[in-house]
Nanobody
Framework: QVQLVESGGGLVQAGGSLRLSCATSGSIFSISDMGWYRQAPGKQRELVARITRGGSTNYVDSVKGRFTISRDNAGNTVYLQMNMLKPDDTAVYYC??????????????WGQGTQVTVSS
C-alpha cells in the first residue's frame, strides 16, 4: 500500500512563500502521476498542479507563474513551491499519487492534508 505524508504548510502573509513536500512509501513502483490538490472552506476540491514520471506538468490557471511542482523520481518525493501567495490560496492541500497495476487497474492514494493559510 502506498503511503503519503505531507509537510510544509503554515501561516504566511500575502506575498510570502511556502514549500510543500510529499514523501511516499510502500508499493511506489507502480506510481505514475503525482499532484497537489486543495480544498477551501465551502468549495470543491480542485487540482492545483500535477507532474508525471517524465516531468510533464500542469497547473490550474490561478497559480500559473506563482507555483512550481517538482518531483524527485528516485526518492518519490513531490514538492510544491508556492510564491506570491494570495489569501485565495488558503486551503487544505492534499498530495495525490496515481497508481496503475496490471489486471487490478488504477487507484489513487491521498495524504491527510496540510493547512495553508494566507493572511492579507
Amino acid at each position: 500500500q502506498v503511503q503519503l505524508v505531507e509537510s510544509g504548510g503554515g501561516l504566511v502573509q500575502a506575498g510570502g512563500s511556502l514549500r510543500l513536500s510529499c514523501a511516499t512509501s510502500g508499493s511506489i513502483f507502480s506510481i505514475s502521476d503525482m499532484g497537489w490538490y486543495r480544498q477551501a472552506p465551502g468549495k470543491q476540491r480542485e487540482l492545483v498542479a500535477r507532474i508525471t514520471r517524465g516531468g510533464s506538468t500542469n497547473y490550474v490557471d490561478s497559480v500559473k507563474g506563482r507555483f512550481t511542482i517538482s518531483r524527485d523520481n528516485a526518492g518519490n518525493t513531490v514538492y510544491l513551491q508556492m510564491n506570491m501567495l494570495k489569501p485565495d490560496d488558503t486551503a487544505v492541500y492534499y498530495c495525490n499519487a496515481h497508481q496503475y497495476i496490471p489486471v487490478l487497474g488504477t487507484h489513487d492514494f491521498w495524504g491527510q492534508g496540510t493547512q495553508v493559510t494566507v493572511s492579507s
